[in-house]
């Protein structure tokens, strides 16, 4: 067991953000973790909001049994647009020395670790992060907490949606979460076996998308399924949709926009034991006299990451699956 760090005596967990299926899993691993280490534990609901407003709950062994298998966050979350000023930052230094916390775990994604590199930067209690986020583009580390759960629950949705759209011999243009980055879309297109997939990283599949609609669906009748990241450069999927309909009246056309379903669910067990292995590095990461650092996972092995380049770097997309994906789909 790692020596407990001189001066931590009490550490505060948090999720910010969007929610992700597995937060409470970390939750959990950090809590039980901490408390193994003769550490107190101490519950910040609602994000950095309820930082600066002392929300705050002690939390025991027995508080966080139970959750692992729960979507969402039990401690909540909160965006706080107040956070980002220096008096935010200062109420939120305030409420944390009033309850002697001397280290933060914040799990979350790239604007909640910047969120946290700048308090750091101000103030002198050390943050640890732990990647959350269903969008798996975070820089630094395979693996993000919720991306594979959010992936499932996306290939179980367009399982379903295939079944009309080859029933009616329909195009449909299926939008899913990723305004920044495409990783969500990429891998549920290739699962899913989609036509064509549409990511913001990649300019030119518009290209890919009127071949398909040409030589695909045209030559053959048949129905197709077009994956679309929410923040592809073309505009979204109700964009395409009304664009290729304009230039192709004949065409059967439907659009589905999976939306918050994608967030929720119970985390599946790969999300469970991942979230559950970086919410104890986390804490022995404290103990190890770390700080503004984020636990990843690399090779399926931990991995600290300097906050400075996970909140400034992005992510690449994985262009061997891409190409992998536009070689099976040659026309």
Do not use: W
């Not at 062994?61 to 647009?81: E, H």
């Not at 379903?160 to 195009?171: E, L, M, N, P, V």
């Not at 939008?175 to 990511?199: D, N, Y």
Request: glycine share 10%; net charge neutral; proline share 2%.
């Amino acid at each position: 067991m790692t020596e407990k760090r001189k001066g931590i005596k009490r550490i505060g967990v948090f999720t910010s953000g969007g929610d992700a299926p597995g937060m409470n899993a970390a939750v959990r691993a950090v809590t039980r973790s901490a408390i193994a280490h003769k550490l107190d534990v101490v519950g910040i609901r609602r994000g950095y909001q309820g930082m600066i407003e002392g929300d705050f709950v002690k939390l025991r062994s027995s508080d966080v049994s139970g959750i692992m298998q729960l979507g969402g966050t039990f401690l909540q979350t909160a965006r706080s647009t107040e956070f980002r000023s220096d008096e935010g930052m200062a109420k939120a230094y305030q409420q944390l020395k009033s309850q002697e916390i001397d280290a933060v775990v914040v799990i979350g994604g790239d604007g909640s670790f910047r969120g946290a590199l700048d308090f750091s930067q101000q103030y002198d209690i050390p943050f640890v992060g732990i990647p959350g986020t269903i969008d798996n583009d975070m820089y630094g580390t395979d693996y993000t907490i919720g991306f594979d759960t959010a992936l499932n629950t996306v290939v179980e949705a367009v399982d379903k949606i295939k079944d009309t759209a080859s029933s009616h011999g329909r195009i449909f243009f299926v939008e899913v979460m990723g305004r920044e980055a495409g990783q969500l879309a990429l891998k549920a297109g290739v699962a899913c076996g989609a036509e064509v997939i549409l990511i913001p990283e990649i300019q030119s599949d518009e290209i890919e998308l009127e071949k398909f609609i040409t030589k695909g669906y045209k030559s053959k009748k048949r129905s197709g399924i077009i994956m679309v990241a929410e923040g592809d450069k073309a505009g979204g999927a109700f964009k395409l949709a009304e664009k290729v309909q304009k230039e192709h009246p004949d065409l059967d056309v439907r659009v589905s926009i999976l939306g918050h379903m994608q967030r929720g669910g119970n985390p599946s067990a790969i999300d469970r034991v991942k979230a559950t292995q970086l919410g104890v590095a986390a804490v022995e990461a404290l103990l190890d006299d770390q700080k503004s650092i984020m636990v990843g996972l690399k090779d399926d092995k931990i991995v600290h990451v300097p906050m400075v380049k996970v909140v400034k770097m992005n992510r690449d997309i994985d262009n061997d699956l891409l190409n992998i994906h536009r070689t099976i789909n040659t026309l």
